[in-house]
């Protein structure tokens, strides 16, 4: 960082957003699943492509890359998945997995 001040180069490193709570898989798997469940269009909707990632550019490691529901409701997944989208993103930008 003084090399930077200086007019030098500095070491690029990168920032990771350390006010995220840490939770174990099953942790955040019940935290997504009641999130879901609170929010009429997503009630019903379990997630069940749960994956730990390399950190991305907002510093999270986890993602969910599939939802499932037991009824066929094709009319209503884009709205569900679309609202998901955003409950989902919304605890992973304050959850990080353990």
């Given at each position: 960082m003084a090399?930077?001040?200086r007019g030098g180069t500095a070491p690029m490193?990168?920032?990771t957003d350390m006010?995220?709570?840490l939770k174990t898989e099953r942790e955040l798997l019940?935290?997504?699943v009641s999130a879901l469940d609170a929010n009429p269009e997503?009630?019903?909707w379990i997630p069940t492509g749960f994956h730990e990632t390399v950190e991305?550019?907002?510093g999270?490691?986890?993602?969910i890359?599939?939802?499932h529901r037991d009824r066929k409701d094709a009319d209503v997944r884009d709205v569900a998945v679309s609202a998901a989208a955003r409950i989902i993103n919304d605890l992973r930008s304050r959850y990080n997995l353990r």
């Amino acid at each position: 960082m003084a090399a930077a001040a200086r007019g030098g180069t500095a070491p690029m490193t990168r920032e990771t957003d350390m006010s995220r709570e840490l939770k174990t898989e099953r942790e955040l798997l019940e935290l997504v699943v009641s999130a879901l469940d609170a929010n009429p269009e997503t009630a019903g909707w379990i997630p069940t492509g749960f994956h730990e990632t390399v950190e991305d550019e907002e510093g999270c490691n986890w993602d969910i890359t599939h939802l499932h529901r037991d009824r066929k409701d094709a009319d209503v997944r884009d709205v569900a998945v679309s609202a998901a989208a955003r409950i989902i993103n919304d605890l992973r930008s304050r959850y990080n997995l353990r």
